[in-house]
């Protein structure tokens, strides 16, 4: 009889460990770059009160570069949430690779400015002073993603230096702008600040002056062909609470705490 009961308990916990395991799931999340940090620190935060476990890959908003956010879907590669600039996300929900009503917007990025650890720190608090700074770097870095395209399709020309920065600026493919500008490659380097902060060997000037300065917002989202969806939202839920904000915060952008749309 004990021996049953032994037999009885030892099958009960089985049982109970067999059902907690169908319960986890992977979940594989793709984040561009001005997130990225942000969700390093947040995925053992979140590990640590569900039994799911976060794979993170990493790509920039758009462009054409092989490790790209539309390169990798263009090949097929298989997530189940994307972590993007929101008009990026918005093309996804539009070609049908990510789920319509999925979208639920994290965070706000600006655009800021560094220079290589201990070199002189020009002046961009002013318009008139970016302007002057853009024109006295010898070479300027800025990213292949929305803070790039932003600098380069509308910032220059609307200070007038399109011409000039052609020949002294350079966009940035498959690395972070910081690691090109701290390695002695460019004098001056424009990124969203999240992606600045975080690198070793540069000093972060500032943002950019609040007239001329693009706030973009990162969203995430449900792609359609996603292996769990209830995990998914739930992982997104804990990106978009206030316990995340702190964190956040830290890595350079700003919290939006929006309501969730299931």
Same mark, same amino acid.
């Given at each position: 009889m004990i021996q049953l009961f032994?037999?009885?308990i030892v099958g009960l916990l089985? /049982?109970?460990?067999? @059902?907690?395991? &169908?319960? @986890? &799931?992977?979940?594989?999340?793709?984040t561009s770059g001005a997130f990225a940090e942000a969700l390093k620190a947040l995925v053992p935060e979140y +590990?640590?009160?569900?039994?799911?476990? =976060? !794979?993170?890959?990493?790509?920039?908003?758009? /462009?054409?570069?092989?490790?790209? !956010?539309?390169?990798?879907? &263009?090949r097929d590669e298989k997530f189940d949430v994307l972590i993007l600039a929101s008009p990026s996300l918005d093309g996804f929900i539009k070609s049908g690779a990510v789920q319509p009503g999925t979208r639920v917007d994290l965070v706000a990025s600006v655009i800021g400015a560094a220079v290589k650890a201990g070199a002189p720190k020009p002046d961009i608090s002013t318009v008139p002073a970016l302007k002057q700074a853009l024109l006295n770097a010898k070479s300027v870095a800025y990213s292949?993603?929305?803070?790039?395209?932003?600098?380069?399709? +509308?910032l220059f020309p609307k200070l007038g230096i399109a011409e000039q920065m052609s020949k002294t600026a350079k966009k940035?493919?498959? +690395?972070?702008?910081?690691?090109?500008? @701290?390695?002695g490659d460019a +004098?001056?380097?424009?990124?969203? =600040?999240?992606?600045?902060?975080?690198?070793? /060997?540069?000093?972060?000037i500032g943002e950019i002056p609040p007239e001329i300065q693009q706030t973009v917002l990162f969203s995430a989202g449900i792609t359609s062909n996603v292996a769990n969806l209830n995990a998914s939202r739930d992982l997104i839920?804990?990106? @978009?609470?206030?316990?995340?904000?702190?964190?956040?915060?830290?890595? /350079?952008?700003?919290? =939006?705490?929006?309501?969730l749309p299931w």
């Open positions: 032994k037999r009885g089985l /049982g109970i460990l067999i @059902a907690s395991s &169908a319960l @986890a &799931a992977d979940i594989q999340v793709i +590990e640590k009160q569900s039994p799911n476990k =976060v !794979i993170i890959s990493y790509g920039s908003s758009m /462009g054409t570069a092989p490790d790209s !956010i539309p390169s990798r879907l &263009a292949a993603s929305a803070s790039g395209t932003y600098l380069s399709t +509308e940035i493919y498959s +690395e972070r702008v910081g690691t090109v500008v @701290a390695r +004098e001056l380097g424009f990124q969203q =600040v999240s992606e600045l902060i975080p690198i070793s /060997g540069i000093d972060f839920a804990f990106l @978009a609470s206030p316990k995340a904000a702190p964190t956040i915060q830290k890595a /350079g952008l700003k919290p =939006v705490l929006p309501a």
